[in-house]
């Protein structure tokens, strides 16, 4: 319990941005069309690619030599800018096809 | 302390570029917008990461371009190249790679502590396994999703008897094991062996999961990638990784909560493996002694274009026959007869959500001629001839009016208050659900069987000799 109250108190930053942001995550999407729910989560997809960031950071603090880091951090930079280019790209391309009536 | 100042103004911009870029992602009209805003935001930061100054920092970069270029050479071709009918294995197989991401990081911070060569706090541990277990589950799930949408395995192929009960153990083994690592004491040998269980957890976890509830998976393990982005954001104190993820957490758990609601099913029941499908009865007291009546190409041809309003009624049979371009040709040429066409588009109608709305906008129907549910319901009592393309179990009755059926309760699409329905499909045989549908056997309901897309141009040509 006492272990419990430290990190609360030493993460409370932390603590009031996770649940201020999942407030406003609910309130921001809420309401969106059937119409628009393929573009939203392949949109949303692409920002989850946000972990590229992390795997940035990772190889450029790695030593020279640090092979595993180098590599893994490698891979995560790929898989992060497939996922981010990829689902940016492909939810551009949907909307582009969601037109109004052009009569 | 400039560059510091530099870096997190930076990363403020990129936060607010999701919030508003998602916001905007909610409306059709400003919806591109949205998406674009979010990209430039997430460049932005991705561009100061790369180029702010970092003390005494190798900085690689030759590893880094690389890792950009082929990712983002990979990512822009399979994004210009892929199918709009394949749209639901994409964003999966997207998916999977996020979470892929979020595991490697994850592993490669935790590493070095259970070799013992770096001191961690029992929260940052804490947060890194589970940022470990979400990703994994995320990644091995959503290769799985795909390799299932792709057509590749078989629901039946990876589905165990007692499904349900071999996942609970499971999951209260890779649990378990995270507390353990977490918090009491690990070594390397066991790390490795927590990788490899939840790994194979998340194949198990999406296993029995298949057909008509894929909607609901694949937005759940969005949001699963999500939140593991924002539990590795933890890891590096990265505002911009925590909000974003958490957003992305948020979208994907609302979009799960929707399909749900439109199924009338728990969350827990989608995923303990689905309606009877364990029994594998058929139920289907209305067809007792009935037989559904069929209709030729020529008489529908005639039917539709002298009716007043016609309504489409897409499942994921259009998606399977690629037939959207085929329904609005036939619809322009009703629609240059004075006919009203519309389409009545059922949430969990196709694989993922939002599918139909996407294949009939590749075929350029503009979208104020789709109808969601609620719409759709207020005009069918009025409409002539509603023409159901490969659906099945979201038109049902008996989900209104069989106590006794797997799907009663679930919302669905009334067609049979039409005055005239005609369903195209390939055969008798009964959906996803294994229930039968009385629909069919419906004075006012007629069939034509064949493969959607073939039947609906044979029924353009029917129509354009008129």
Known sequence: MEQFI???????????????????????ISKVPTILHTPLMSGANAISGVVLIGAILLIRTAGADEYLRLILGLLGIILGTINIVGGFKVTDRMLDMFKKKAK | METTFILNLSYLIGVLTFVFGLRLLGSPDTARKGNMLAAFGMTFAVLVTLFIPMEDAPNNYLWIFGGLMIGGLIGWRTAIKVKMTDMP?????????????????????????FQGTLEMSSTQLAIGI???????????GSLLAYGKLQGLIKDSQVKLPKHGILNLVMLFTVLGLGILLSFFSGSS???????????IYGFSFVAPIGGADMPVVISLLNSMTGLSAAAAGFIYQSQLMIVGGILVGAAGTILTILMCQAMNRSLLNVIIGGFGSAGGAVIGSDSDGKTAKTISVTDMAIQLFYSQSVVFVPGYGLAVAQAQKTVKELEDLLDKNGVDVKYAIHPVAGRMPGHMNVLLAEANVPYPKLLDMDEANDILPNTDVVVVVGANDVVNPAAEDSPGSPIYGMPVLQ?????????????????????????????????????????????????KTL
Request: net charge neutral; glycine share 8%.
């Open chain 2, 415 to 463: 067609v049979w208050k039409a005055k005239n329905v005609i369903v195209l499909k390939r055969s008798m045989s009964p959906g996803y659900a294994g229930i039968q549908n009385p629909l069919f056997f419906n004075d006012k309901t007629k069939m034509l069987f064949g493969d959607a897309k073939h039947t609906l141009s044979e029924l353009t040509k029917e129509v």
């Open chain 2, 130 to 140: 589970f940022a470990l277990l979400i990703g994994l589950v995320s990644f091995s």
């Open chain 2, 189 to 199: 040998t066991l790390f490795f062996i927590f990788i490899g269980i939840t790994l």
């Open chain 2, 89 to 113: 294995q994409l964003v999966s197989i997207l998916n999977g790679l996020g979470g892929a991401c979020a595991a490697l990081l994850a592993t490669t911070e935790l590493l070095p502590y």
């Open chain 1, 6 to 28: 430290a990190v609360f108190n030493e993460n409370l930053f932390f603590i009031y941005l996770l649940i201020f942001t999942i407030i406003l995550g609910f309130e921001v």
